[in-house]
Nanobody, 123 residues
Framework: QVQLVESGGGLVQAGGSLRLSCAAS????????MAWFRQAPGKEREFVSA???????YYADSVKGRFTISRDNAKNTLYLLMNTLKPEDTAVYSC?????????????????WGQGTQVTVSS
């Protein structure tokens, strides 16, 4: 069982930055593929970024070049550094974990989820 708790969300002006964190419980964090998803009001949940056990990363086209995913296995923590934020980045951001080695972009492939943290970008 893996428990995930996100933090770091908030209100920021367009062009600003935020860093999200996801603290994970469990002894096998380093072996999990970790991901960030987001869901805006009235929209479906969408994939943002993922990182696997070997630190291979993958990004949605909408955030490529602006967001950076990373992990600290010693601290059992996943991060998402978000730069050059846009109003369309406004959403609830959730971290997820999957017991797979390969990166996956579908939410149904992830077994564990955090409760989410709100990110609001004002214009």
């Amino acid at each position: 069982q893996v428990q995930l708790v996100e933090s770091g969300g908030g209100l920021v002006q367009a062009g600003g930055s935020l860093r999200l964190s996801c603290a994970a419980s469990g002894r096998t964090f380093s072996s999990y593929t970790m991901a960030w998803f987001r869901q805006a009001p009235g929209k479906e949940r969408e994939f943002v970024s993922a990182i696997n056990w070997s630190a291979h990363t993958y990004y949605a086209d909408s955030v490529k070049g602006r967001f950076t995913i990373s992990r600290d296995n010693a601290k059992n923590t996943l991060y998402l550094l978000m730069n050059t934020l846009k109003p369309e980045d406004t959403a609830v951001y959730s971290c997820a974990a999957a017991a797979y080695g390969m990166i996956r972009t579908r939410s149904q492939d992830y077994n564990y989820w955090g409760q989410g943290t709100q990110v609001t970008v004002s214009s």
